[in-house]
């Protein structure tokens, strides 16, 4: 810029002295690449026609802006036009020296602005050194050096070297919290993104020193506190200075919780242009909410609500915000619903999607062309849009058409690394278990999801391939397909049990906050016993086949998904056979309830119904017999409890528990670095179709204890102490259990 403010001073030197003329000739001299008639061109230069200094001025602006040139001077004189231009060298080759990886080398040379076969601009090299650093910052390496050279081949071409030394990278070696912060390191820690660098999180690039990381933390802190009712929470970050040796930063965060606030009333305004009768029934959703503490999600999900009454009335070019006051420890909410200007969408154009095909982005719109434009369907939109987690980024902007009452809306996404990879390893009472897991979120640019996972323990091997279409084209909704493969070899029970399964199944929101899903599964399943193994066993050797069909619902009114502290989520789901050499009927049912007990008692119940029965004479094979997990029946082996033929549990027709928990946040000191909760369980393994002497039903199991949650310096760790307080005589009960284990 201050060359072309030079060059404009020249030029009016030249053309002070110069009157109006008309161009009869052209001369251009110093040109070799770049062609007369490209010059004349670009210059938009005409002979034969009068031109004025002002038009000669945009010539010489024009010319500059192609970059082409370094320098041009004109002059017109006696109908003469000389142009004498000095032209930029040319980059032959633009090389990156430093850096092995050709996936960092692509994306420098797709960021900064110098480029191959493009003029060499020497001002332009500062600022593509800057774009580099601050690549490598992005992904830990916030020491790293880059200097350039230029090497000339002859006097219009050179090539274009950058030599980086990225260093070492940055990790974080320490995260503490300070200030008010009325929460718990732990779970704080939880919340945020960053991660303390540690051995067994060698592939997490969540535990480098990012500052992108840093503002995505604090927002995450932000959103946090004001779900629990802090609505004036601050947090700020403060790294300290890199430690040029070891290369660690050590964070904190500061936050200022605040006062925490009761809604106190919700109202509405309508504007008289609407039936207000029409958003009555919104009452009874806001009595629900009055009297508990304020939260941003339940101002979302009322203006959800609003936005149902909207849809399902059809009411057009409405409009509404939100009004929140502040009195005392407590916050009123208005929502005024008005009538918005009548604007259509004229276009939608969709930017940045080099790799993911357009149609997958303009899946997710619920606009068209032509629609009533709101901006209600375009936040929906746009929160679809970063649902499918392959964008890092997504923008919308929204201007004038080509008259006052048209949009044109300009969807700007940034697309993500979208492979995954992820491993874990687990140790405790019950033995070892190893699991990898291979992911893609953007399968050919296609939005599609791709993963195989490996599960490895003591007795068994499992591996399962899964593919999911989020929009397929004949249902609009998600579809997913299935392979699997699972391996059990156990001696102490005298069986080995391989099964080869494959399904095809679609979910989707069939109401608001209901969901639903349907498939068909297909399994092969090959027993073979021992003569140790039971007569139940012995009887069921041999190959199976099925085909089963399933649906399920559910219904989920939780205030988030991660760490709920209120709602509640309930779900069914049935199998049933299609054709089978042993038919059976499959059905489950579960129901959590969360409910936050002032600061420092966070409550849930948990209800589990699962049952299956063969259907006429079958017995039920022992693949699909129902037991409970460790975790819903805590003080009990897995598969360890109720009917047993001979020396083994063969699991039951049905199986029940009933759970109640109390996690306590600030029972221990904050530098423990542990989270404790209490439970007490019911539960209950019961049913044999083909031995009604080997069931007892009415036994009901229960234990009670303590779980500890522990972020060891060998990473996180569980503990489970228990307590039976009623068991049947069969059961195998373990009043300790540990885990050891981290994903990476």
């Known amino acids: 810029m201050p060359k072309l403010i030079l060059f404009f001073f020249i030029s009016s030197l030249y053309f002070n002295i110069l009157q109006a003329d008309t161009i009869k000739k052209i001369e251009i001299i110093g040109n070799k690449r770049v062609s007369a008639e490209t010059i004349k061109l670009y210059g938009g230069i005409e002979t034969n026609k009068n031109y004025e200094e002002q038009e000669l001025n945009k010539i010489l602006t024009d010319l500059y802006l192609t970059n082409f040139f370094e320098n041009v001077q004109i002059n017109l004189s006696n109908g003469v036009l000389k142009i004498n231009v000095k032209e930029y060298p040319v980059i032959n080759n633009l090389v990156i020296l430093g850096e092995p990886s050709q996936k960092y080398k692509k994306q420098i040379t797709e960021l900064i602005s110098s480029k191959n076969k493009d003029s060499f601009i020497k001002s332009k090299l500062a600022s593509d050194v800057e774009i580099i650093k601050k690549l490598y910052a992005s992904v830990g390496y916030n020491s790293a050096n880059v200097t350039t050279k230029v090497r000339e081949i002859d006097e219009n071409n050179l090539d274009v070297i950058f030599e980086v030394d990225k260093g070492k990278e940055t990790t974080i070696s320490k995260i503490s919290f300070i200030g008010d912060k009325k929460i718990r390191e732990k779970r704080l820690r939880d919340i945020i993104a960053s991660e303390e660098h540690k051995f067994w999180k060698v592939l997490s690039k969540n535990s480098k020193f990012n500052e992108n990381l840093l503002s995505l933390d604090i927002r995450l802190l932000e959103n946090y506190y004001k779900s629990l009712g802090y609505y004036d929470v601050k947090v700020s970050s403060q790294s300290a ?228 279409d989020p929009n397929y084209d004949l249902l609009g909704n998600a579809i997913s397909y299935s392979l699997g493969s699972t391996r059990s070899d156990k001696p102490d029970q005298g069986y080995e049990n391989t099964i080869i399964n494959a399904g095809v199944g679609t979910s989707f929101e069939q109401f608001k906050n209901v969901y639903a899903k349907l498939g068909i599964d297909a399994s092969y399943d090959d027993l073979r016993t021992q003569e140790s193994a039971s007569d139940s066993l012995k009887r069921q050797a041999g190959d199976f086949t099925e085909l089963a069909g399933y649906y399920g619902f559910t219904y989920d009114l939780r205030d988030r998904s991660f760490m709920p502290t209120d709602g509640f989520i309930a779900g069914f789901d049935q199998q049933l056979p299609i054709y089978a050499d042993k038919s059976f009927l499959a059905n489950t049912l579960f129901l959590s309830s969360y409910k936050s007990v002032g600061e420092n008692v966070i409550g849930a119940s948990k209800l589990y119904l699962s049952s299956v029965n063969g259907l006429g004479d079958d017995d039920v094979r022992i693949s699909k017999r129902r037991n409970l997990s460790s975790k819903r029946l805590r003080g009990f082996k897995r598969g360890k409890l109720g009917p047993k033929d001979g020396n083994d549990h063969i699991g039951g027709n049905y199986a029940a528990a009933l759970n109640f928990e109390a996690n306590l946040p600030k029972l221990l000191p904050e530098a423990t670095k542990t989270d404790v909760g209490l439970f007490l369980d019911f539960g209950n393994v019961w049913g044999v179709d083909y031995d009604d002497s080997l069931d007892d039903a009415s036994k009901i199991r229960s234990s009670a204890g303590a779980a500890a949650s522990w972020m060891s310096p060998i990473g996180p760790m569980t503990f489970i102490i228990s307590t039976n307080l009623s068991k049947h005589a069969n059961d195998e009960t373990e009043s300790f259990n540990f885990n050891l284990g981290t994903t990476f």
């Open 241 to 468: 200075e890199l430690k040029s040796e070891s290369q660690n930063v050590e964070i904190t965060y500061s936050i200022d919780a605040g006062n925490r606030y009761i809604i106190q009333k919700i109202s509405t305004s309508v504007d008289p242009v609407f039936d207000k009768n029409l958003f009555y029934p919104l009452n009874a959703k806001f009595k629900k909410v009055i009297g508990s503490y304020y939260s941003p999600f339940k101002v979302k999900k009322l203006l959800e609500d609003i936005d149902d009454v909207i849809e399902k009335q059809n009411l057009q070019f409405v409009e509404h915000n939100v009004e929140e006051t502040i009195e005392g420890d407590s916050i009123i909410i208005k929502f005024n619903i008005f009538e918005g200007e009548k604007i259509l969408v004229e276009r939608i154009n969709i930017l940045g999607n080099n790799i993911t095909n357009e149609s997958v982005i303009r899946g997710e719109l619920l606009l068209d062309e032509g629609d009533p434009f709101t901006d209600l369907k375009l936040n929906k939109s746009i929160s679809n849009i970063k649902s499918r987690n392959i964008f890092g980024s997504v923008e919308q902007k929204v201007t004038k058409g080509s008259s006052s009452d048209l949009k044109v809306i300009d969807i700007s996404v940034e697309e993500k690394p979208t492979g995954e990879i992820s491993a874990g390893a687990g140790v405790g009472t019950n033995g070892g278990s190893f699991a990898v897991t291979v992911k893609e979120n953007n399968w050919l640019g296609e939005g599609k999801n791709v993963s195989f996972d490996v599960d490895v323990t003591s007795e068994s091997l499992r591996g399962t391939l899964n593919y999911t």
